[in-house]
């Protein structure tokens, strides 16, 4: 058990639907890590929360947003789903901000979501 | 741009053998970090080894070790004594820095099976 927490841990919804997917990182991690992983793009880096604030964004469509809350659970909040939006969604946490070379500061993964969309 | 190649799909192995599983990486930092992941059929991320490009000494952690040649550019995983609970998807990952902050580029996987 890594201690990253996900709900839901499955997802099934119609085209053009929207949904929520929530995580809770390990206990004092402050940075949140979304990934996503579908069969043909592998597993693709999303976007990054620190503290609450966006550091980091990756190959995230504008259909796509996340938030951090205060108690630093985060959100990922997918809208007008498409067949291809069908994926594991990962939330990951680690320590620290950075990761020169200090140190692993390794991600650590959640359960995952698995969404399908029908 | 950093890439992970990992060039096989597929790989079996006889339980209480050792294996050994091909990672090579394309960047142009010269501080960067390599990870190992293992995604059993449940679907979890379990991390397993982390070696930094300035550690001197290859990682090792238990049954699993790194096997990290620089100058090649290759980090490949070794696990000795396969049991039949490492048949898994194995992922090599890079460390790519952004700003203060950092992501994780992952390989393709392989898919290992140990026989009994």
């Known amino acids: 058990d890594s201690g990253v927490t996900q709900t839901p841990k499955h997802l099934i919804t119609a085209t053009g639907q929207r949904v929520t997917l929530r995580c809770s990182p390990r206990s004092g991690d402050l940075s949140v890590y979304w990934y996503q992983q579908s069969l043909d793009q592998g597993l693709q880096f999303l976007i990054q929360y620190y503290n609450g604030e966006e550091r980091a964004k990756g190959n995230i469509l504008e259909r796509f947003s996340a938030q951090q809350f205060p108690d630093l659970h985060s959100e990922l909040n997918l809208s007008s789903l498409e067949l291809g939006d069908s994926a594991l969604y990962f939330c990951?946490?680690?320590?620290?901000?950075?990761?020169?070379?200090?140190?692993?500061?390794?991600?650590?993964f959640g359960p995952g979501t698995r969404l399908t969309v029908l | 741009a950093q890439k992970i190649t990992q060039t096989q799909p597929g790989m079996f192995v006889q339980e209480k053998e050792a294996v050994t599983l091909d990672c090579t990486y394309d960047?142009?930092?010269?501080?960067?970090?390599l990870f190992w992941y293992k995604q059993p059929s449940s679907g979890e991320m379990i991390f397993l080894i982390y070696?930094?490009?300035?550690?001197?000494q290859n990682a090792t952690e238990g049954r699993y070790s790194l096997n990290f040649q620089k100058a090649r550019k290759s980090a490949n995983l070794v696990i000795s004594a396969s049991q039949l609970g490492d048949s898994a998807m194995y992922f090599c990952?890079?460390?790519?820095?952004?700003?203060?902050?950092?992501?994780?580029?992952f390989g393709s996987g392989t898919r290992l099976l140990v026989r009994p």
């Open positions: 960047t142009s930092d010269q501080s960067y970090g």
């Open positions: 990952a890079m460390r790519e820095v952004m700003d203060s902050s950092y992501k994780l580029i």
């Open positions: 990951a946490s680690s320590g620290r901000l950075g990761g020169g070379s200090g140190g692993a500061n390794e991600q650590f």
């Open positions: 070696q930094g490009s300035y550690d001197e």
